[in-house]
Protein backbone atom coordinates (compact mmCIF):
# COMPACT_ATOMS: atom_id res chain seq x y z
CA UNK A 1 0.00 0.00 0.00
CA UNK A 2 1.36 3.38 -0.80
CA UNK A 3 1.25 6.41 1.72
CA UNK A 4 2.13 9.70 1.19
CA UNK A 5 2.95 11.97 4.11
CA UNK A 6 3.37 15.80 4.10
CA UNK A 7 4.83 17.47 7.22
CA UNK A 8 6.63 21.04 7.96
CA UNK A 9 3.20 23.16 7.43
CA UNK A 10 2.37 25.99 10.03
CA UNK A 11 1.55 29.30 10.42
CA UNK A 12 4.12 32.17 9.61
CA UNK A 13 4.19 35.51 9.00
CA UNK A 14 4.40 37.08 5.99
CA UNK A 15 8.29 37.44 4.51
CA UNK A 16 8.64 34.28 6.48
CA UNK A 17 9.72 30.89 5.11
CA UNK A 18 9.22 26.88 5.75
CA UNK A 19 10.10 23.75 4.62
CA UNK A 20 7.72 21.43 3.46
CA UNK A 21 8.49 17.19 3.86
CA UNK A 22 6.80 14.42 2.05
CA UNK A 23 7.80 10.90 2.54
CA UNK A 24 6.40 7.99 0.09
CA UNK A 25 6.39 4.37 1.31
CA UNK A 26 5.11 1.49 -0.28
CA UNK A 27 6.57 2.88 -3.43
CA UNK A 28 10.09 3.57 -4.34
CA UNK A 29 9.40 6.88 -6.15
CA UNK A 30 13.70 7.07 -7.87
CA UNK A 31 11.08 6.81 -11.20
CA UNK A 32 8.53 8.93 -10.33
CA UNK A 33 8.13 12.92 -10.90
CA UNK A 34 6.59 14.07 -7.93
CA UNK A 35 4.32 17.47 -7.41
CA UNK A 36 3.58 20.01 -5.14
CA UNK A 37 -0.21 21.42 -5.07
CA UNK A 38 -2.18 23.83 -2.61
CA UNK A 39 -5.55 24.52 -2.79
CA UNK A 40 -7.31 27.58 -0.67
CA UNK A 41 -10.46 27.78 0.74
CA UNK A 42 -13.33 28.03 -1.47
CA UNK A 43 -10.74 28.18 -4.91
CA UNK A 44 -10.08 24.90 -6.76
CA UNK A 45 -6.58 23.00 -6.02
CA UNK A 46 -3.66 24.59 -7.94
CA UNK A 47 -0.35 22.93 -9.35
CA UNK A 48 2.51 24.80 -7.60
CA UNK A 49 5.61 22.72 -8.62
CA UNK A 50 6.93 19.43 -10.04
CA UNK A 51 10.06 18.02 -10.26
CA UNK A 52 11.65 15.11 -12.31
CA UNK A 53 12.78 11.58 -10.89
CA UNK A 54 16.26 12.51 -11.70
CA UNK A 55 15.57 16.06 -10.44
CA UNK A 56 17.68 17.84 -13.08
CA UNK A 57 14.13 19.33 -14.51
CA UNK A 58 11.62 21.53 -12.39
CA UNK A 59 8.60 23.63 -13.02
CA UNK A 60 7.06 26.41 -11.01
CA UNK A 61 3.84 27.93 -11.04
CA UNK A 62 4.59 31.74 -11.74
CA UNK A 63 3.20 33.15 -8.70
CA UNK A 64 5.83 31.27 -6.84
CA UNK A 65 8.51 31.56 -9.00
CA UNK A 66 11.75 33.09 -7.10
CA UNK A 67 10.80 32.14 -4.04
CA UNK A 68 10.13 28.66 -3.81
CA UNK A 69 12.29 25.79 -4.54
CA UNK A 70 11.22 22.11 -4.95
CA UNK A 71 13.84 19.08 -4.16
CA UNK A 72 14.12 15.31 -3.95
CA UNK A 73 16.15 13.10 -1.91
CA UNK A 74 15.64 9.84 -3.56
CA UNK A 75 17.72 7.97 -0.82
CA UNK A 76 14.82 8.82 1.78
CA UNK A 77 11.86 8.53 -0.96
CA UNK A 78 11.53 12.52 0.28
CA UNK A 79 10.52 15.22 -1.68
CA UNK A 80 11.14 18.60 -0.15
CA UNK A 81 9.53 21.91 -1.17
CA UNK A 82 11.04 25.10 0.61
CA UNK A 83 9.24 28.74 0.60
CA UNK A 84 10.69 32.27 0.79
CA UNK A 85 8.99 35.29 1.60
CA UNK A 86 5.89 33.67 2.01
CA UNK A 87 3.11 36.18 1.36
CA UNK A 88 -0.71 35.73 2.46
CA UNK A 89 -1.80 34.56 -0.48
CA UNK A 90 0.58 31.47 0.04
CA UNK A 91 -2.09 30.32 2.50
CA UNK A 92 -3.65 26.97 1.89
CA UNK A 93 -3.62 23.41 2.36
CA UNK A 94 0.07 21.77 0.78
CA UNK A 95 -0.71 18.47 -1.36
CA UNK A 96 2.13 16.22 -2.45
CA UNK A 97 1.69 13.86 -5.10
CA UNK A 98 3.12 10.97 -7.18
CA UNK A 99 3.14 10.99 -10.75
CA UNK A 100 1.12 8.05 -12.53
CA UNK A 101 3.75 6.95 -14.93
CA UNK A 102 7.47 5.89 -14.47
CA UNK A 103 9.68 7.75 -16.50
CA UNK A 104 7.57 10.59 -17.41
CA UNK A 105 7.81 13.98 -16.64
CA UNK A 106 5.09 16.50 -17.56
CA UNK A 107 5.86 20.30 -18.88
CA UNK A 108 3.06 20.91 -16.56
CA UNK A 109 1.56 20.86 -13.44
CA UNK A 110 -1.91 19.40 -13.50
CA UNK A 111 -3.50 16.44 -11.55
CA UNK A 112 -4.68 14.80 -13.54
CA UNK A 113 -1.15 13.56 -14.44
CA UNK A 114 -0.84 12.24 -10.24
CA UNK A 115 -1.76 9.06 -8.87
CA UNK A 116 -0.86 9.02 -5.49
CA UNK A 117 -1.44 11.81 -2.65
CA UNK A 118 -1.10 12.98 0.81
CA UNK A 119 -3.26 14.22 3.04
CA UNK A 120 -1.82 17.56 3.43
CA UNK A 121 -0.21 19.97 5.65
CA UNK A 122 -1.74 23.59 6.40
CA UNK A 123 0.12 26.50 5.37
CA UNK A 124 -0.80 29.90 7.03
CA UNK A 125 0.36 32.98 6.15
CA UNK A 126 -0.30 36.02 8.37
CA UNK A 127 -0.09 39.70 7.14
Known amino acids: QVQVVESGGGLVQAGGSLRLSCITS????????MGWFRQAPGKEREGVSS????????IYEDSVKGRFTISRDNSKNTLYLQMNNLKPEDTAMYYC????????????????????WGQGTQVTVSS
Open 97 to 116: AVASTPGLFYHRVTSDDYRY
Open 26 to 33: GLTVDDYA
Open 51 to 58: ISWSGLST
